[in-house]
């Protein structure tokens, strides 16, 4: 008897917007994908905001079920998840720097006026006063606590059916560390996804064990390297952040605005409005779209060159990887914290990453067939299929919805 067909899942990082992303288009993968359970994948590895969503997966939460908790807050109380516990003010750490700062003007005072330093010199003595982290992310462990010890689920590694790895990074090392993996499976899910989502500067390091942890992505942007050295048939790759190309002009513009048109009304939106604005230039954004791009390109830039190692050493391994278009501006101004916009990008990844699988249905189909999946091109082909209801839609234009798409299924499994 043939053994059975092993899959991964890597989930990149990204802040909210990156899991924002991740379950739109995990909603998309697994409706258009069949076969495909993302809840019972071979093993999952996370890092920063994928690795709360790969601790959600691994625990049986479904796309659908992560939505409602994440997105939409509709999911029963233990499971609701709010975005806004991540925008709590890092007091503790504020506090406690604040409780150096007289010693250290003392000493810095005494350098100046009695041996002679400069007063720039100094300033290194004084930056010991500055918090590592603007925000705390105490809020969001004791809620991610609360939802993964719900009846059916663990928030210890070694409970769990599915592998699981979240990856952080030692601060004083500099060294990945694999929590869920053997030697490191004791680490509470929580406290370990707290430790991979610490980006420098926004939250202070986690401390685990006596040792301080940030985010993952420090040192490479999948760490997909942890699941393929295991032996997989198939790694699902999703990666929520990639730089912007203003300046990319291949598409005519009457396709854009058709496309567009296309889009707005699957949103809900009226049709002639501008759906992406453009932006020519970057830099008339300010500082804020100056580092949003750097950082970008830079993580990028570091997830091409590791998908071509991947691909030279586990070439028995079909590797899919799924991100946004570079040219959607949709993602790059995005306001995440807004309950109005979480619903709209959430919708926009769940129709983008159907786009993008009918774009790639050549490439893709033998890829997943090697592992027993198919894709459903007849559920791509309806236009009509939402992650969410339309704004203002009524039941009865619900069901409509659904009709209309049911026909056009139907439709696309007779050709």
Same mark, same amino acid.
């Given at each position: 008897?043939?053994?059975?067909?092993?899959? =991964?899942?890597?989930?990149?990082?990204?802040?909210?917007?990156?899991?924002?992303?991740?379950?739109? &288009?995990?909603?998309?993968?697994?409706?258009?994908?069949?076969?495909?359970?993302?809840?019972?994948?071979?093993?999952?590895?996370?890092?920063?905001?994928?690795?709360?969503?790969?601790?959600?997966?691994?625990?049986?939460?479904?796309?659908?079920?992560?939505?409602?908790?994440?997105?939409? !807050?509709?999911?029963?109380? +233990?499971?609701?998840?709010?975005?806004?516990?991540?925008?709590?003010?890092?007091? *503790?750490?504020?506090?406690?720097?604040?409780?150096?700062?007289?010693?250290?003007?003392?000493?810095?005072?005494?350098?100046?006026?009695?041996?002679?330093?400069?007063?720039?010199?100094?300033?290194?003595?004084?930056?010991?006063?500055?918090?590592?982290?603007?925000?705390?992310?105490?809020? $969001?462990?004791?809620?991610?606590?609360?939802?993964?010890?719900?009846?059916?689920?663990? !928030?210890?590694?070694?409970?769990?059916?599915?592998?699981?790895?979240?990856?952080?990074?030692?601060?004083?090392?500099?060294?990945?560390? +694999?929590?869920? *993996?053997?030697?490191?499976?004791?680490? +509470?899910?929580?406290? &370990?996804?707290?430790?991979?989502? &610490?980006?420098? %500067?926004?939250?202070?390091?986690?401390?685990?064990?006596?040792? #301080?942890?940030?985010?993952?992505?420090?040192?490479?942007?999948?760490?997909?390297?942890?699941?393929?050295?295991?032996?997989?048939?198939?790694?699902?790759?999703?990666?929520?952040?990639?730089?912007?190309?203003?300046?990319? /002009?291949?598409?005519?513009?009457?396709?854009?605005?058709?496309?567009?048109?296309?889009?707005?009304?699957?949103?809900?939106?009226?049709?002639?409005?501008?759906?992406?604005?453009?932006?020519? @230039?970057?830099?008339? %954004? =300010?500082?804020?779209?100056?580092?949003?791009?750097?950082?970008?390109?830079?993580?990028?830039?570091?997830?091409?060159?590791?998908?071509?190692?991947?691909?030279?050493? #586990?070439?028995?391994?079909?590797?899919?990887?799924?991100?946004?278009?570079?040219?959607?501006?949709?993602? $790059?101004?995005? !306001?995440?914290?807004?309950?109005?916009?979480?619903?709209?990008?959430?919708?926009?990844?769940?129709?983008?990453? @159907?786009?993008?699988?009918?774009?790639?249905?050549?490439?893709?189909?033998?890829?997943?067939?090697?592992? =027993?999946?198919?894709?459903?091109?007849?559920?791509?082909?309806?236009?009509?299929? @939402?992650?969410?209801? &339309?704004?203002?839609?009524?039941?009865?234009?619900?069901?409509? /919805?659904?009709?209309? %798409?049911?026909?056009?299924?139907?439709?696309?499994?007779?050709?």
């Amino acid at each position: 008897m043939s053994q059975q067909p092993r899959i =991964g899942l890597a989930l990149a990082g990204g802040g909210p917007l990156g899991a924002i992303y991740e379950v739109g &288009a995990l909603c998309a993968l697994e409706e258009a994908v069949a076969g495909l359970d993302v809840t019972a994948c071979d093993g999952y590895i996370g890092v920063s905001a994928g690795g709360f969503i790969a601790a959600g997966l691994a625990n049986g939460m479904t796309p659908r079920q992560l939505c409602a908790a994440f997105i939409e !807050n509709s999911a029963e109380a +233990p499971d609701r998840f709010d975005p806004a516990e991540l925008l709590q003010p890092a007091w *503790a750490e504020l506090g406690q720097r604040l409780r150096l700062l007289p010693g250290l003007l003392a000493d810095s005072a005494r350098e100046v006026l009695l041996e002679g330093r400069s007063k720039l010199a100094t300033l290194e003595r004084l930056g010991r006063a500055l918090p590592t982290g603007l925000l705390s992310s105490e809020r $969001f462990g004791e809620a991610l606590t609360r939802v993964l010890t719900q009846p059916g689920r663990s !928030n210890d590694f070694r409970r769990l059916r599915r592998p699981l790895v979240l990856v952080a990074t030692d601060l004083d090392s500099g060294e990945a560390v +694999p929590f869920g *993996a053997p030697g490191w499976d004791h680490v +509470p899910i929580s406290r &370990a996804v707290q430790a991979s989502a &610490a980006l420098p %500067g926004l939250f202070p390091p986690v401390e685990i064990g006596g040792r #301080h942890y940030v985010d993952g992505a420090l040192k490479k942007t999948l760490h997909a390297s942890v699941l393929l050295d295991r032996g997989l048939d198939l790694l699902i790759c999703l990666n929520p952040l990639v730089p912007y190309a203003s300046d990319r /002009r291949s598409t005519a513009r009457e396709d854009r605005s058709r496309r567009a048109r296309d889009l707005a009304r699957k949103l809900g939106r009226p049709a002639g409005r501008a759906l992406q604005p453009h932006i020519h @230039r970057l830099v008339d %954004g =300010g500082l804020p779209l100056v580092l949003s791009q750097t950082f970008r390109s830079l993580i990028h830039s570091r997830l091409e060159l590791g998908m071509r190692g991947y691909e030279l050493s #586990h070439p028995q391994t079909d590797i899919v990887l799924l991100e946004p278009n570079p040219r959607d501006a949709e993602f $790059f101004l995005a !306001n995440t914290f807004s309950y109005r916009q979480r619903r709209h990008l959430a919708e926009h990844a769940y129709q983008a990453t @159907r786009e993008l699988l009918r774009q790639r249905a050549a490439e893709l189909k033998p890829q997943f067939a090697r592992t =027993g999946l198919t894709l459903r091109e007849d559920v791509l082909a309806n236009r009509e299929a @939402r992650l969410l209801p &339309a704004p203002g839609e009524t039941r009865t234009e619900q069901a409509l /919805r659904t009709l209309r %798409g049911t026909l056009s299924v139907l439709e696309a499994r007779r050709r």
